[in-house]
T-cell receptor, first 106, second 116 residues
Framework: DAKTTQPPSMDCAEGRAANLPCNHS???????VYWYRQIHSQGPQYIIH???NNETNEMASLIITEDRKSSTLILPHATLRDTAVYYC???????FGAGTRLTVKP | EAGVAQSPRYKIIEKRQSVAFWCNPI?????LYWYQQILGQGPKLLIQ????????DSQLPKDRFSAERLKGVDSTLKIQPAKLEDSAVYLC??????????????FGPGTRLTVL
């Protein structure tokens, strides 16, 4: 089983921020958290990763709690094309769970 | 740069037949991964290569699945004999190195296998 847990589904209004949580309570101190997303019928696509500091790139922001037991992926202005399944994984474990199915609605 | 290439894109076989999938990673990527994704589930890592050596094959059903990465570049994944439960999308991914600090994986389009 994956070492991360995520809600199975979420909805978000187009143009609003989408906040996707992930629990990784058993992660150790040197294990990175990676986020990927998978749009229907495509291979997963890398989004962002982090260790303990918050990270931002052109796609998203990643907020990691100080105790590193959870993180939140933020898509600041969700579009319809962001509808996908989002996975957070512990790099050292490399086990994808079922992910969160995000549906962006107009 | 060219992405990860996989072939075939689709394959339909009868149970107990054999099948092979091919993957060509991004040039210069040392690490190659094979995943199995059953409908409605996340990808499951089958095997990870670092150059032409196996790093992790703990979830590979070795009685029927085999994989090789000759010369540390292309890779093939074989199933022999196939079972109905092997119906899935087989994804290949590659990354620059196996290090944790920056190990973005690039995924291919996958091969959709249907076992009848």
């Amino acid at each position: 089983d994956a070492k991360t847990t995520q809600p199975p589904s979420m909805d978000c209004a187009e143009g609003r921020a989408a906040n996707l949580p992930c629990n990784h309570s058993t992660i150790s101190g040197n294990e990175y958290v990676y986020w990927y997303r998978q749009i229907h019928s495509q291979g997963p696509q890398y989004i962002i990763h982090g260790l303990k500091n918050n990270e931002t790139n052109e796609m998203a922001s990643l907020i990691i709690t100080e105790d590193r037991k959870s993180s939140t992926l933020i898509l600041p202005h969700a579009t319809l094309r962001d509808t996908a399944v989002y996975y957070c994984i512990d790099y050292n474990d490399m086990r994808f769970g079922a992910g969160t199915r995000l549906t962006v609605k107009p | 740069e060219a992405g990860v290439a996989q072939s075939p894109r689709y394959k339909i076989i009868e149970k107990r037949q054999s099948v092979a999938f091919w993957c060509n990673p991004i040039s210069g990527h040392a690490t190659l991964y094979w995943y199995q994704q059953i409908l409605g589930q996340g990808p499951k890592l089958l095997i990870q290569f670092q150059n032409n050596g196996v790093v992790d094959d703990s979830q590979l059903p070795k009685d029927r699945f085999s994989a090789e990465r000759l010369k540390g570049v292309d890779s093939t994944l074989k199933i022999q004999p196939a079972k109905l439960e092997d119906s899935a999308v087989y994804l290949c991914a590659s990354s620059r190195s196996g290090g944790a600090s920056y190990n973005e994986q690039f995924f291919g389009p996958g091969t959709r296998l249907t076992v009848l």
